[in-house]
């Protein structure tokens, strides 16, 4: 069976998943779950997220909301490049949408997907050369699998430090989550727009339009 076949039935399994209300770790998952990943054999770059919201839980697009809008003027990439899957690839933590907290919050990323799933995922992804890691979810989970983090820091700091993951292969560029209630936090770091942008816009440009 070639890597791609591998690949394509991991994937089935995973749209088939209900660990987390049949099986769960904790209190199950109170809807039907709707796994979200997008990944192919030709993807060279891959954002690894936290987990679908619930506008994507009913779409199926990763970042189908204002996130979306705000991650890919980051990008600097159009839908359609944005949604090519053999261009670009999406694996966020939870894989399904986790439900709200008793405050109305998105609660965190399901612990199975990231017990059962992720390493037989990753393993079967070798081409990837660029990890966008956005939120500390991702970032603790890919700099750990790359022996890039010896310690935990605040988000905020691991993405400052974004130049020490960038010269790991495969690549780790570190983002905070494009939510719009990150604003303030971006206004105080201008760094992030200034310095970090450009190399983002730029590494995401030579893995998707040679890829073309």
Not at 71 to 82: H, K, N, P
Not at 132 to 157: C, I, N
Not at 166 to 171: D, E, M, T, V
Request: overall charge positive.
């Amino acid at each position: 069976m070639t890597n791609s076949a591998r690949l394509n039935a991991l994937l089935d399994e995973i749209g088939a998943c209900r660990i987390c209300r049949d099986a769960p770790k904790g209190a199950a998952l109170a809807h039907e779950p709707r796994p979200v990943v997008r990944v192919s054999a030709s993807a060279r770059l891959l954002v690894a997220s936290q987990a679908p919201g619930i506008r994507v839980h009913y779409s199926g697009l990763p970042f189908d909301d204002r996130s979306g809008d705000r991650l890919r003027d980051w990008m600097g990439v159009d839908a359609e490049t944005f949604y090519d899957t053999s261009r670009i690839a999406f694996a966020p933590m939870g894989f399904c949408f986790p439900g709200y907290d008793a405050q109305g919050a998105d609660l965190p990323p399901r612990r199975e997907c990231r017990a059962h799933w992720h390493d037989r995922l990753f393993a079967l992804l070798p081409q990837i050369e660029t990890v966008l890691t956005v939120g500390g979810y991702a970032q603790d989970y890919h700099l750990a699998r790359f022996g890039l983090a010896a310690s935990k820091l605040p988000m905020t700091e691991v993405v400052r430090g974004w130049r020490a993951y960038s010269q790991a292969q495969p690549r780790v560029i570190p983002l905070p989550h494009p939510s719009w209630r990150n604003t303030g936090c971006l206004k105080k770091n201008p760094w992030f727009e200034a310095e970090l942008l450009p190399v983002l816009r730029g590494e995401v440009k030579r893995l998707t339009c040679s890829a073309a």
